[in-house]
């Protein structure tokens, strides 16, 4: 697929995913569908013309899902920001959404780093961490790490939707060059 329609495509579609985090704490599952199906049809019509056919958009559609299971299943990463992945790793590929994501959780590691400091959280939540670690390796059990904390994590999240949006303008504008 032509670079520039990627970019389009991937930059529309994580703006979009960003506006839902940051206004609704959620990004409704049609907008999945809908960008899904969309990024289908246009993908579709742009290696028909091309006569291009990307066999590893598959692969990238199929890492980010497979990289997030554990995590997802701990609670430490949302079903929006797996499918954000995905739904880029179909129209990126493999090698371009492992590079994304890598970038994503380093911008998102730096902004919660701020987060915490701005609202003076940092020593509580390493407390926290320290005493999850702990009952993780006292009981030998993973456990979730949302219901770990309860509701007020929740409340105090950054949505990573905008470190994922922002990662992605980054390697844009690189991959542009």
Not at 38 to 54: A, P
Request: aromatic share 16%; glycine share 6%.
């Amino acid at each position: 697929m032509n670079m520039m329609v990627e970019l389009i495509l991937v930059n529309f579609i994580s703006v979009g995913a960003s506006y839902f985090d940051i206004r609704y704490r959620k990004v409704p599952n049609i907008y999945w569908i809908l960008t899904l199906f969309g990024t289908m049809n246009i993908y579709t019509l742009v290696t028909l013309k091309t006569h291009q056919i990307n066999k590893l958009s598959l692969l990238g559609f199929i890492i980010p899902f497979v990289l997030h299971i554990i995590p997802f299943s701990l609670g430490l990463v949302y079903a929006g920001d797996i499918k954000l992945f995905m739904v880029m790793g179909l129209i990126l590929g493999d090698s371009k959404i492992c590079i994304l994501m890598a970038l994503s959780y380093i911008i998102g590691g730096i902004f919660s780093l701020f987060y915490m400091f701005y609202y003076k959280e940092f020593i509580q939540r390493m407390r926290r961490i320290i005493k999850y670690f702990k009952l993780c390796i006292i009981t030998h059990t993973m456990y979730n790490y949302k219901a770990f904390c309860g509701a007020m994590l929740r409340k105090r999240e950054m949505p990573f939707t905008v470190c994922i949006a922002l990662a992605q303008i980054l390697v844009g504008m690189i991959w542009i060059k």
